[in-house]
Structures are given as structure tokens and as C-alpha cells.
């Protein structure tokens, strides 16, 4: 009862220029979902939640990036209905996802497979997401398999880079990651105002 989220809120995108400037002016043109298989938060796009200097910094190092098609670093504002929503702030859901967890691992087990793995830099960063993919790409087949609604969104809080000072407990770069997974939920496009 108390897990659908109310409201709308403000995601932001980062990307190359002229993605931004084709989503927003040509009509019927959207931003494609990604389907990698270390995706954080599972397939989705991926916006920052109320973060615009995450998302222009998150550009600017695609385009530092010599396999980036990135040149020139933009942000893309979008104004989000969350819908049925996969919150990894939630409790709820956090008990669906380790239900998700066992059951992959017995499955995988059982066909004698090699479960995917997460991979840490050499600073002990989560970088490649493969397990944490695979679970929550799990929890959409298993919500669906037992007659359930597939989840419009996936939310989640992520603490990453150095820590902000000596002894805390808070990182650099933390940040709140939405994956939408049906572009329904998108009300609408905006270019972010420069201040």
C-alpha cells in the first residue's frame, strides 16, 4: 500500500549535445535503453534523481573517454512518474531482491553455470555490476513468471568515489540512480536551465 511513489520528480541525463537537442525537438525520439549486462539497476535509461552535476560530470567523463561517441557534454532534464516502482530503499523490496538472489544462485547451481560476478577497481569500487544485473533482471522475470506487474523503475542509492573527508561516511560522487524500464513513466523532456 505504501510502496507506489507518489508525485513527480526531476531526473537528468547525461549525454552528448546533440542526443539531448534530438530528444527534446524531434518528436517520437527517445533515448535508448541500456541493455548491458553490468548494469547497476538492471535495463533501463538511467537518470540521476535531482542531480544535474552528477549527470553533466558523468558526460564529461564519457567524452574524456576514447570509446565515448560523447564530444560535447550535455544534460538531459526529465520529469519522471516512478510508477511501479523496484525501490532499493525500501525494505519490501529488499527482501524480494535476496529471494531473487537465492533462487538465482540455485538455478545456476542446478545447471552447474558460473553466476555472474561483481568487479571492484583496485580502490574496492563496485564498477562492473554483473550479479547485482542479473538479480534484478531475476526479479522482473520472477515478479512476471508468478502473475505479477512487471515494475515500471528501479531505484537505487549508490555510494561511490573517495570518501568526502578523513573518517566519513560519506563518498564524492554519491547519488540516488533511477533505471526506467517503461518509457510511459516519462511525462516530458526539458533542457536544464543554466544558472
Known amino acids: 500500500m505504501y510502496t507506489r511513489r507518489s508525485g513527480l520528480i526531476l531526473g537528468f541525463h547525461g549525454c552528448d549535445k546533440s542526443i539531448r537537442d534530438k530528444v527534446v525537438n524531434e518528436s517520437g525520439f527517445m533515448l535508448k535503453k541500456s541493455e548491458n549486462d ?39 532534464g526529465a520529469v519522471i512518474d516512478l510508477g511501479a516502482c523496484l525501490d532499493l530503499l525500501d525494505s519490501k523490496f529488499l527482501k524480494e531482491i535476496k ?3 537465492d533462487l538465482l544462485c540455485d538455478s545456476y547451481e542446478t545447471y552447474g553455470l558460473e553466476l555472474p560476478k561483481n568487479i571492484k577497481s583496485k580502490t574496492g569500487e563496485l564498477l562492473a555490476r ?46 540516488i540512480q533511477i533505471a526506467i524500464r517503461n518509457q510511459d513513466c516519462i511525462k516530458g523532456f526539458f533542457i536544464p536551465r543554466e544558472f
Do not use: M
Not at 539497476?41 to 560523447?70: M, T
Open 38 to 76: 553490468y548494469d547497476w539497476l538492471g535495463h533501463g535509461i538511467y537518470f540521476w534523481e535531482n542531480n544535474h552535476e552528477r549527470a553533466l560530470h558523468f558526460a564529461e567523463e564519457l567524452r574524456d573517454n576514447p570509446k565515448s561517441s560523447v564530444t560535447e557534454p550535455a544534460v538531459l
Open 130 to 175: 554483473k550479479l547485482d544485473c542479473a538479480v534484478i533482471q531475476s526479479t522482473h522475470a520472477l515478479n512476471v513468471n508468478a502473475g505479477g506487474k512487471d515494475y515500471d523503475s528501479v531505484r537505487g542509492v549508490f555510494f561511490e568515489g573517495e570518501d568526502l573527508y578523513e573518517n566519513a561516511g560519506f563518498k564524492q560522487k554519491n547519488h
Open 99 to 101: 529471494i531473487s538472489h
